[in-house]
């Protein structure tokens, strides 16, 4: 069964540096998302992207935030200067058409910034 | 402003139990969608359901069971015979239909199952 894959499953940095998230939807899938879970709190929208570029954003999504397709296959999500407030679970997510179908979510990347 | 609340934090069962999750949403759309999304201890959200404001017909799915109730907001979910592996935290979802799925989520109902 298609699955979404996010990598890496766990990642440490150190405040004030760069980190990328990565993901591979499911390959039919046109539409594509963000969210973040910070540890025992709801899933919180951070963005979507649709035909190479952001259809909408959060607050959350701010300049420090940056998400891109760089090829027929990934999708990432760029954090430019970490914070500690940005340790969370980072989600992916995709769907094929929209709010007309489901979304499937990756396992997940857990950020954690020290 | 769409919202989705599920009152209860945390509910303990005994295998076997059936239990309900219930969840309250609001939106000033006409059109939208309902989910359930289930979180195991391994952190991945599973997809469980997703309805339109529609269709209010409940659903069954061997021991799972929703109930869609237009007249209160509500879409609560049941788990009939509960076990050990339905513990778990459980998210509904609400999105509206604008072309794009922005999922706005509950805060989540921690199920503990005991044998």
New interface residues.
């Given amino acids: 069964e298609p699955e979404v894959t996010q990598t890496p499953s766990h990642q440490v940095t150190q405040m004030g540096q760069e980190v990328i998230l990565r993901c591979v939807p499911i390959s039919n899938h046109l539409y594509f998302y963000w969210y973040r879970q910070i540890l025992g709190q709801k899933v919180e929208f951070l963005v979507s992207f649709y035909n190479n570029e952001i259809s909408e954003k959060s607050e959350i999504f701010d300049d420090q935030f940056s998400v891109e397709r760089p090829d027929g296959s990934n999708f990432t999500l760029k954090i430019r200067s970490t914070k500690l407030e940005d340790s969370a679970m980072y989600f992916c997510a995709s769907s094929q058409q929209g709010a007309f179908t489901e979304a499937f979510f990756g396992q997940g990347t857990r950020l954690t910034v020290v | 402003a769409q919202k989705v609340t599920q009152a209860q934090t945390e509910i303990s069962v005994v295998e076997k139990e059936d239990v309900t999750l219930d969840c309250v949403y609001e939106t000033r759309d006409t059109t939208y969608?309902l989910?359930w999304?289930k979180q195991p201890p391994?952190?991945?959200?599973?997809?469980l359901i997703?309805r339109n404001s529609f269709d209010e017909q409940n659903e069954i799915s061997g021991r799972y069971s929703w109930n869609f109730q237009k007249s209160t907001s509500s879409f609560n979910f049941t788990i009939t015979a509960s076990q050990v592996v339905d513990s778990a935290v459980y998210?509904c979802?609400l999105?509206?239909?604008?072309?794009?799925?922005?999922?706005?989520?509950?805060?989540?109902t921690r199920l503990l199952v005991s044998p």
């Fill in positions: 969608y989910f999304y391994s952190g991945e959200l599973v997809f997703r998210f979802a999105s509206g239909s604008n072309g794009f799925q922005k999922l706005v989520f509950g805060t989540g």
